[in-house]
């Protein structure tokens, strides 16, 4: 099954839903990050949401979710454009923590809960849109909903999940978001509800098979109306002119401990691992065109 994300709306419930499944770009990520498995959850959890926050968008604005709760993992920073392509990284790829009593992947370890989440969108104005909330548990899903709930008035739930295998290869990896219309009443909140008591893990269904499109199905039958799909891929935009560029922000003396000590200077993109080389001569003309 591809990754992509599907949009839909439950007129009967005066709710519209989102899921999707991210395994592959979640490996993407994986392999380009040597994650480890907690990391791998943590990053694919926050990178699958992410995804579905710019599908709630019409769009392309610029959509960027970080968090750092003062666990080991440090920060995780995801961005998109909300056109289905994403990119993201850890602070530290390699942590890996299971809670004892079930020997689920520790996700609220490693990412702590003494921090905030932030959402940044830069809709192209001058300023980009800011919004923070304190984190709740770590756990990434519990922390959206709250989110949306006090920063964005929105009653929802995220579920999110990534599981994975003890190869370390991501087995499966997505979820889904229900958002409450403001003609939502106490039924439609009763049932949705009602409804999720017991449901079974979104990683799980995922492993198993199942669609997007078929878990939603499980939660709403036929009163769900599926309006769009998006394809969705791990994607870094970088580039050398790109590197270039913010170069020119950098200090004379910098870059002229760069040209006459290092020879040359060496940049590794945080988002995909990529590395730059700019030699000396290049460095020198970097230098002249701040000045032109």
């Known amino acids: 099954m591809k990754d992509y994300l599907v949009r839909g709306l439950v007129n009967k419930r005066n709710c519209r839903v989102f899921a999707c499944t991210t395994k592959d770009l979640v490996n993407v990520a994986r392999e380009k990050h040597d994650l480890w498995p907690c990391a791998s959850a943590a990053l694919g959890r926050l990178m699958s949401a992410t995804l579905m926050m710019g599908a709630m968008n019409k769009s392309n604005d610029k959509l960027t979710v970080s968090l750092n709760g003062g666990g080991p993992i440090g920060t995780v920073l995801v961005t998109t454009h909300c056109d289905g392509k994403i990119k993201g990284f850890v602070g530290d790829p390699h942590v890996h923590y299971t809670y004892n009593d079930t020997g689920k992947l520790a996700v609220g ?3 702590g809960r003494d921090g905030y989440l932030q959402v940044i969108r830069d809709m192209g104005l001058k300023e980009p849109i800011t ?3 304190p984190l ?9 909903a709250y989110y949306f709930s006090a920063s964005e008035q929105v009653p929802s739930v995220v579920s999110l999940g990534v599981l994975v295998g003890e190869d370390n290869v991501v087995k499966s990896a997505g ?3 229900i958002q409450l219309l403001p003609e939502a009443t106490d039924d439609d909140i009763t049932f949705i509800e009602n409804k999720l008591k017991d449901f079974p893990a979104v990683s799980q269904l995922l492993d198993e098979g199942k669609s997007p499109e078929e878990i939603m199905t499980m939660l709403f039958g036929d009163e769900v109306e599926f309006l769009e799909t998006q394809d969705l891929f ?3 935009d970088c580039s050398k002119d790109k590197f270039s560029g913010a ?3 950098v200090p ?3 870059l002229d401990a760069m040209i006459n000590e290092d020879h040359g200077a060496e940049i590794k993109c945080q988002f995909c691992g990529k590395t730059y080389h700019f030699s000396e ?3 020198k003309e970097i230098k002249a065109n701040k000045h032109a």
């Open 136 to 144: 709740q548990t770590g756990e990434i899903g519990d922390d959206l």
């Open 175 to 177: 979820g889904f978001i």
């Open 109 to 111: 370890v490693c990412v």
């Open 234 to 236: 791990f994607e870094c």
């Open 281 to 283: 001569d290049e460095l």
């Open 252 to 254: 004379d003396e910098q």
């Open 247 to 249: 170069l020119t922000t």
């Open 131 to 133: 919004s923070q909330v």
